[in-house]
């Protein structure tokens, strides 16, 4: 009779190559909402690099444009004795400083999370719900809604301080309120291709990491059992 083991193998072969790979794993990284992430954190970044916030037009402060560069650190007096800004609004520009930050460190983790896609229950969850994006585009709402309340104070301010009453007085948005407005942007399509994406069930996973386990245990490698398909049986024996 012949041995059994010559079908063995060739049959575990077979098993395989049917699926082509042994386990249809799911990814967690994403793309789609890393690139998102990562515009959000380069604007973020350009914009407390940027000097320009506020633009003032008026004939009462010498300075054109405000930003949260001139309150961090030393503030130049002729800020305070020019009525370009009064406490309040040195206060507020620092408030929208902190927030900038801790918007770029919540699009940093964000991002880091989509481009590993950590296995942890809690980091999973975490990205699949997109929570640090979400809080990104909370706290770039938070500096529009800031740098709105800084230009009225400021504009009230240079309405009382005019040098001539026909002066017209008014304050417009910079360049790095709308770098904020699109980090905000570019955080909410992150959000959307996180939360739109499909992830298998809690019972597609436990099947996949049984599958796995499996997969471990085996005792022939592919390349070993493809070396022993063809080989002949072994000889009868009596």
């Not at 079908?7 to 386990?23: E, I, V, W």
Request: hydrophobic content about 40%; some cysteine; overall charge negative.
């Amino acid at each position: 009779m012949y041995a059994p083991g010559g079908s063995a193998l060739p049959g575990g072969h077979r098993r395989r190559g049917q699926g082509g790979s042994a386990l249809p794993k799911q990814p967690e990284r994403s793309l789609a909402s890393a690139l998102p992430g990562a515009l959000s954190i380069t604007a973020l970044c350009t914009a407390l690099a940027e000097p320009a916030w506020l633009r003032i037009h008026g004939d009462t402060c010498t300075r054109q444009e405000l930003g949260v560069a001139d309150v961090l650190g030393y503030i130049d007096p002729k800020l305070l004795s020019e009525y370009c800004m009064n406490p309040q609004t040195v206060l507020l520009l620092r408030v929208i400083a902190a927030f900038c930050f801790l918007g770029i460190i919540c699009s940093l983790s964000a991002f880091l999370l989509d481009v590993f896609g950590p296995k942890h229950p809690a980091l999973k969850i975490t990205r699949r719900y997109a929570f640090a994006h979400i809080l990104t585009v909370l706290q770039c709402a938070t500096v529009i809604g800031f740098c709105y309340w800084a230009s009225e104070l400021i504009l009230a301010q240079q309405q009382q301080h005019k040098q001539h009453r026909g002066s017209q007085v008014y304050v417009t948005f910079a360049v790095s309120f709308y770098l904020v407005a699109g980090a905000g942007g570019a955080s909410i399509l992150a959000t959307a291709a996180n939360l739109l994406r499909h992830y298998p069930t809690e019972e597609e996973e436990q099947a996949l990491e049984l599958l796995s386990e499996m997969e471990e245990n085996e005792p022939y490698s592919a390349e070993y059992e493809v070396m022993n398909q063809y080989q002949p049986p072994p000889a009868y024996t009596p």
